[in-house]
């Protein structure tokens, strides 16, 4: 879980592009936004700059039980 301790710099979306909030990413693709991405299986998060990639599969595992990494975008940085 992201935290923040100045709530003036954080903020909810009024209205998100929902594109940006919904697709999940492989390990090693191409990030499409810069941000705090969060792994949907075991919640490590990890920051991310776009045009970057992913950070690839041997940055964690998981258990040969659980699903492979799958990043989320978590909170959108604001670089334009």
């Known amino acids: 879980m992201a935290w ?3 709530s003036n710099r954080v903020k909810k979306s009024a209205k998100p ?3 940006h909030w919904t697709v999940t990413h492989s390990p090693g693709s191409v ?3 810069s941000g705090i ?3 949907l299986i075991c919640g490590k998060e990890v ?3 776009k ?3 992913f950070p690839p599969q041997n940055h964690h595992q ?3 039980s659980k699903p492979p990494i799958r990043w989320k975008l978590l909170v ?3 670089t334009d």
């Open 17 to 19: 592009d929902l594109s």
């Open 37 to 39: 991405y969060v792994c």
């Open 4 to 6: 923040y301790i100045d």
């Open 76 to 78: 959108k940085a604001v």
């Open 31 to 33: 990030v499409p936004d």
């Open 47 to 49: 920051t991310c700059n």
């Open 62 to 64: 998981h258990y040969e």
């Open 51 to 53: 045009s970057d990639s």
